[in-house]
């Protein structure tokens, strides 16, 4: 890529990152309000659905892209297949904002959404384990990508509590994501990545650290899904093996959370479809951490994964399993550090 094609990119994301922060505004003034409860962090009315920055910057940008990018036509299948399946998520989303649906109807878009995106080509098909080989099974692929893109979305729809985490976290996996799609030559990634960056860029000020308005589930449904079909995109870099544990390594801090949450409320008894405050950022947060230092944490959990990309591209391929457990270690000293807040305050119940 040449110096002033990168200029051009910027600029374009420029205003994008503009249209999407006029979009926020826009929403703070329609005051679609988040009420508190005793399951949130904030003790006001805030608006929330500032994510539909976020959307509408991402969607116009990728119509101008497929519109008039020779390259993006490459893959045009699947190119379509993330747009249709990106505004019914959004939708679907959106409306859940506005009447609080049950979790069943979030829960069967996010499903058609999924279909969508994998009848359209967006598999994982090279699952080549070091020492063993390709999985031999087609199956297998399909129904790990539905399982992984389902897991994401909820997971960052999940973690979205803290002024700034969620989009944050996603601002910074879209930029590593940008910065190693353009080595490799995945360019629907690199430019996917970009437009999701740039309309995260455009709505994160007027989040955190004091939050105006909230992402919402429309913010945050929609980064998780996208950010999901973006790992099936890497998958499929030219030259890196294994790239399918980019975007899980990225994502370090927000999977682990999610999963090490599900985990413990199973083996405990707890329904885990009930509402809880029970997410380790939540009991760090009640055990007294500030919720910009638990939101600052994630961000360099999710640096952290970023630079752990970076070696886990340039190590041999016999080294790189040992990488993606590297990211569990800061993971594993931070369940101990809430642990051990959350006894020095006293708190005996996680729900």
């Known amino acids: 890529m040449t110096f002033v094609a990168f200029l051009r990119h910027l600029g374009f994301a420029a205003l994008l990152m503009l249209l999407s922060g006029a979009t926020v505004r826009m929403m703070i003034a329609v005051r679609v309000m988040d009420t508190p409860d005793d399951r949130k962090a904030h003790d006001r009315p805030i608006p929330k659905s500032g994510g539909v920055g976020i959307v509408v910057a991402f969607l116009l940008g990728i119509a101008i892209l497929y519109h008039y990018a020779a390259f993006a036509r490459l893959a045009d299948g699947y190119f379509l297949g993330v747009i249709w399946a990106s505004v019914a998520i959004a939708i679907v989303a959106f409306l859940d904002d506005l009447f609080d649906w049950p979790f069943t109807v979030k829960l ?43 897991f994401t979305t909820n997971a960052m729809n999940f973690i979205d509590g803290l002024n700034g ?12 994501i940008v910065f190693i799609a353009q080595q490799h030559g995945g360019w629907f990634a690199y430019a996917s990545a970009g437009l999701l960056a740039a309309g995260l860029a455009g709505f994160l000020p007027f989040n955190f650290p004091v939050a105006r308005i909230f992402m919402g589930d429309v913010g945050s449904q929609f980064c998780g899904f996208m950010l999901a ?94 990488i993606p457990f590297i990211t569990l270690v800061p993971q594993l000293v931070w369940v101990w550090f809430v642990v051990w807040k959350a006894r020095k305050a006293g708190l005996r119940c996680w729900g």
């Open 108 to 150: 069967g878009a996010q499903v058609l959404a999924a279909l969508v995106a994998v009848g359209s080509g967006l598999v994982v098909t090279d699952f080549r384990i070091p020492y063993v080989g390709p999985l031999p099974f087609a199956w297998i692929g399909i129904a790990a990508t539905l399982v992984w893109i389902l």
């Open 165 to 176: 985490l969620a989009s944050g976290v996603a601002l910074i996996a879209c930029l590593f």
């Open 229 to 322: 079909v973006l790992a099936v995109v890497a998958s499929r870099f030219d030259g890196v093996e294994l790239s399918f544990l980019l975007m899980p390594m990225l994502l370090s801090g927000v999977l682990f959370d999610v999963a090490f949450t599900l985990v413990r409320r199973l083996l405990q008894g707890e329904a885990v479809t009930r509402a809880h405050r029970g997410h380790l950022y939540q009991v760090a947060h009640r055990s007294g951490v500030s919720a910009t230092a638990v939101t600052l944490v994630h961000w360099g959990f999710a640096v952290f994964g970023g630079v752990c990309c970076l070696v886990f591209i340039a190590v041999p391929p016999a080294n790189k399993m040992q």
